[in-house]
């Protein structure tokens, strides 16, 4: 599974990163401050989760680049972060068909929660398998 992790602070990106490598070990991490770099790396990798930080101080910026993730591939799984329930986010999570939602502070326990319930199955090397979207660690 590749997830790709997209915050605004870079203090808040290594904790992110951390818990994520904590609670899917198995997973290809990619960790990004930078809207830009983040798109960059979608292009040229197939992203099969993006956990994107909602706290942006332009509110446009994490929903531009949740469109442009999904326009590279339909299938990816969009989880937002956010600290505070936002209703923008909210209403343009549901409506673009986002996986998930984690209100911050979050434990790993709820992004196991959420990585076990993914909306689109992750293929496996080899072949598609639905049972992928549960980690054996996790389950």
């Known amino acids: 599974m590749r997830i ?24 290809e991490l990619a960790g990004f401050w930078r809207q ?38 339909p299938r990816v799984n969009i989880i937002f972060l956010a600290a505070m ?7 343009f999570a549901f409506r673009n068909h986002a996986s998930g939602y984690l209100r911050k502070p979050f434990n790993r326990e709820e992004l196991a929660l959420e990585l076990r319930n993914l909306r689109y199955a992750v293929p496996r090397k080899g072949g598609m398998d639905a049972d992928n979207r549960i980690c054996p660690r996790l389950a």
């Not at 993006?50 to 680049?65: H, K, N, Q, R, Y």
């Open 4 to 27: 790709m992790a997209v915050t605004y602070a870079g203090d808040s990106l290594e904790g992110l990163e951390y818990k994520i490598a904590e609670t899917a070990p198995e997973a």
């Open 85 to 91: 329930t936002d209703k923008a986010v909210l209403t």
């Open 36 to 73: 830009k770099d983040a798109l960059a790396y979608a292009k040229a990798n197939l992203v099969d989760v993006a956990l994107v930080d909602s706290d942006w101080p332009e509110m446009d910026g994490c929903l531009i680049l949740a469109k442009e993730l999904r326009e590279l591939n």
